[in-house]
């Protein structure tokens, strides 16, 4: 089951992150495009997400 993230709003718009868990995978897609869908390990995720956080794929100027 999808599951909207929380910093998505809730006016009804497609742009958002969704997420869904199925045994050891982690599927991750956007609203307005649901036929893409990555699928990621919870470390793998856990990793992406502190590495977010700490501001590894930050672009200055972009």
Do not use: Y
Not at 17 to 43: F, K, N, S, W, Y
Not at 46 to 61: C, I, N, S, T, W
Request: with cysteine; aromatic share 6%.
């Amino acid at each position: 089951m999808w599951q909207k993230s929380s910093f998505s709003g809730v006016d009804g718009s497609h742009n958002c992150l969704e997420v869904a868990a199925d045994g050891g995978t982690v599927h991750i897609r956007e609203g307005d495009r649901p036929q893409e869908i990555v699928a990621i390990g919870p470390a793998a995720l856990r990793d992406f997400v502190l590495g977010v956080k700490a501001g590894e794929f930050d672009q200055p100027g972009a």
